[in-house]
DNA sequence: AACAGCCTCAACCGCCGATGC
DNA sequence: AGCATCGGCGGTTGAGGCTGT
């Protein structure tokens, strides 16, 4: 049997709200509030609403204080960081941007930054005072130059300055953001837990990190890996992640440590032709399983995009600045790491083709 | 002007976790 | 412990408006 309706949906109205409707709502929660209970809130009002219809339509569009529509490029900025580093969790990114609704910021990300990614857009956008796509960026696909013709890399041209900025996309070395959330993560590994053995766990947390899972590469680093998660939460700072076969004596082994609020990658071991000397870096790691990044974004990038999601965390993503910012995540204040350009990274990505396509 | 296709976004749906009984 | 209820969330839908032909 299944659970109960909340609201009797033969006698409730559906569709659009009348403004009668909307001005009944309005002026009693601002009058008495919610009470608590909106299931109840339709009925003492006497709107032939149900309960959730009526708290969707005050927080999504009553609510004072809410903006609508014109998202300038530092929200655009924004929603890109967290979107790459949390996924789809539309609340918590609202609630990094005052007067905006997770609803009103996932259907942004849906028909205009998701686009804005690849491109994809056919006409400038209407009405949108703040939203000016600009195409200043051409991407290409490259051989590297770094001596190791083996590896491609997204060459940025900017500004058509004809500058290319030849960049390995994931360096032996680097630095990237910790970005805010969620502050305690599932931390997969231990040194002295033996039940490491749970490659989804560790996917999960280089995912967090923003990593690339396309299933397309086998990885022998991450066989026999033992990634069970420990029991209960860590604190997902300050510590240090060993990514690597314990079984191995020869294998690489990916360090992850997270100090002072920055992830560094960094790998050793006489295997690290996977991590880095064939000019992948870590991300090839990352690259080794089945995948459950962001699945919009993974959408986006077809497996075979060489590099990955390389292009979102391009040499901008490591010239990082930081802003402040209260946040719900938790109770302690924390830091949003902005990407100053990876919203014009991604409209550099207009006019990208894939390999192979005209 | 008419039509078709595209785009946007408000609203709905169903699932899940928390809470109370 | 088990169930019912509620709030919250993310995914999806579809009406209406816009644009191109």
Request: glycine share 10%; aromatic share 8%; net charge negative.
């Amino acid at each position: 049997m299944g659970r109960a309706p909340c609201c009797d949906k033969a006698n409730v109205k559906k569709g659009p709200w009348s403004p009668e409707e909307d001005a009944k709502l309005k002026s009693y929660i601002e009058k008495h509030g919610t009470g608590g209970n909106w299931i109840a809130l339709p009925q003492k009002i006497g709107l032939k609403r149900c309960g959730k219809s009526c708290r969707l339509r005050w927080l999504n569009y009553l609510r004072p204080n809410l903006k609508h529509g014109g998202f300038s490029e530092e929200e655009d900025n924004i929603i890109c960081s967290l979107y790459v580093s949390i996924g789809s969790r539309w609340s918590v990114i609202a609630a990094q941007l005052p007067g905006r609704t997770d609803n009103d910021i996932k259907n942004y990300w849906n028909t205009r930054l998701k686009k804005k990614l690849l491109g994809k857009h056919r006409r400038e956008p209407r009405n949108r005072g703040n939203y000016n796509i600009k195409q200043e960026s051409d991407v290409n696909i490259g051989n590297s130059t770094d001596g190791d013709s083996s590896s491609l890399s997204l060459v940025h041209e900017n500004s058509r300055t004809n500058q290319q900025q030849q960049q390995q996309c994931w360096p032996q070395n680097i630095t990237m953001p910790v970005l805010p959330l969620p502050l305690t993560l599932p931390l997969p590994y231990t040194d002295h837990d033996p039940g490491f053995n749970d490659q989804d766990s560790i996917r999960k947390l280089l995912i967090k990190l923003g990593g690339r899972f396309s299933g397309d590469y086998y990885h022998p680093a991450l066989d026999g890996l033992n990634l069970e998660p420990s029991d209960g939460q860590q604190v997902f700072q300050d510590q240090q992640v060993h990514v690597g076969s314990s079984s191995s004596s020869s294998a690489c082994t990916a360090t992850v440590s997270i100090n002072n609020n920055e992830v560094q990658f960094a790998q050793s071991g006489d295997q690290c032709r996977y991590f880095g000397a064939q000019g992948s870096g870590v991300n090839t790691l990352l690259q080794g399983h089945g995948s459950n990044l962001t699945p919009a974004i993974e959408e986006m990038v077809p497996s075979d995009f060489p590099g990955g999601l390389e292009f979102l965390y391009g040499e901008d993503m490591i010239d990082h600045k930081i802003i402040e910012s209260a946040t719900n995540w938790g109770e302690t204040s924390t830091s949003i790491y902005h990407h100053n350009s990876l919203a014009s990274n991604c409209q550099g990505l207009e006019g990208f083709s894939y390999p192979g396509e005209q």
